[in-house]
């Protein structure tokens, strides 16, 4: 039986790929957090009655839609 070596070149490719594709989708996902974040902060200013929590969950909920 002959064994193929653990990091052939295809596979070594293959890899740095699928880091950069997860790299990418974090990267996307941190933008859409300092977004939402700052049009949370930028609501809570504008109205300080207004929940920051609440006010960037509706935001983070908009930039995930954007992406789509």
Do not use: W
Not at 10 to 36: C, M, P, Y
Request: charged content about 50%; hydrophobic content about 25%.
């Amino acid at each position: 039986m002959s064994e193929e070596p653990l990091n052939r070149d295809d596979d070594l490719q293959e890899d740095v790929r699928d880091t950069a594709d997860d790299t990418e989708s974090t990267l996307d996902e941190a933008g859409d957090k300092i977004k939402a974040g700052a049009k949370a902060m930028r609501n809570k200013i504008k109205d300080p009655d207004k929940d920051m929590g609440t006010e960037y969950n509706k935001e983070k909920i908009k930039e995930e839609v954007k992406d789509y």
